[in-house]
């Protein structure tokens, strides 16, 4: 089924000769208050889409300033009902696709049927579950084929190649290329088959192939974007906004736009 929401954003971007750029942030730190105005301005800063990380007490994926930010979150007593409120309450505020990233217990928590239905009333158009694996994910997609929610794969650096195409062959909306061994954080350097990684991706997949996990400076965003679709950037969003320093967050979308640089 037709993803249409996200896949239009993706293709606009890349039309404009731009490359694709999601930013991640942590429901709820800053307070649950603070979620419509910080979409606002990533929106308004040029982001292509928003993956929204919801807080949970044992997130296998987060590295540490996710985690802290989890924990923050998790103590202003923001869960994943109050979220989706608060996402359906503002949902004609906004014109960016909303990526849900949250877990697998979470969801059983809610109810699996009852959170994708209040997904689509909340204005959800994407959804990315880490400890979802592709042998039990019919869990989850039995209920969403009537929905236009993208359940979006993500590609690991260890994976086999086969298992590699059947991922890439699966995904929606986009496919997560996890450039690192390990959680999300920041990264000094990547190690040098990163690209040829994504370039493998990108010959697998007929959907956009985002880089993802330690993605934290403009050059970074240029030099991993030169061989996919673009980025996500995560730990490094997450802690500009709780230091203030959002003068960042523009410098790190304004890296995926053509006028930045003269990407391929």
Request: net charge negative; glycine share 8%; charged share 30%.
């Amino acid at each position: 089924m037709s993803k249409t929401t996200l896949e239009q954003a993706f293709q606009d971007t890349l039309d404009q000769g731009d490359k694709i750029f999601v930013p991640y942030i942590m429901a709820g730190d800053g307070g649950l208050e603070a979620l419509p105005e910080r979409i606002q301005f990533l929106e308004e800063a040029g982001a292509t889409a928003l993956e929204l990380g919801i807080p949970f007490s044992d997130p296998v994926a987060d590295g540490p300033t996710i985690q802290e930010a989890g924990l923050r979150a998790l103590e202003a007593k923001v869960t994943l009902r109050k979220v989706l409120r608060k996402l359906k309450e503002t949902k004609h505020d906004r014109t960016i696709p909303i990526i849900l990233m949250t877990y697998m217990n979470p969801i059983y928590a809610y109810g699996i049927e009852d959170l994708l239905n209040e997904s689509v009333d909340s204005g959800v158009d994407g959804l990315i579950i880490p400890d979802l694996p592709m042998e039990e994910e019919e869990r989850i997609t039995r209920y969403l084929s009537d929905k236009e929610i993208a359940l979006i794969r993500l590609a690991a650096l260890t994976s086999p190649i086969e298992r590699l195409k059947k991922i890439a062959e699966k995904t929606e909306g986009f496919l997560y290329a996890v450039t690192v061994k390990g959680t999300t954080g920041a990264q000094v350097e990547f190690a040098e088959t990163v690209g040829e990684y994504i370039k493998e991706l990108k010959a697998m997949s007929s959907k956009p192939v985002l880089a993802g996990f330690g993605v934290s400076t403009p050059e970074q965003v240029r030099q991993l974007s030169q061989y996919g679709d673009g980025v996500v950037v995560g730990s490094e969003i997450v802690s500009s906004f709780h230091e203030e320093k959002r003068e960042k967050i523009v410098d790190l979308i304004n890296a995926s736009k053509k006028q930045s640089d003269d990407m391929s």
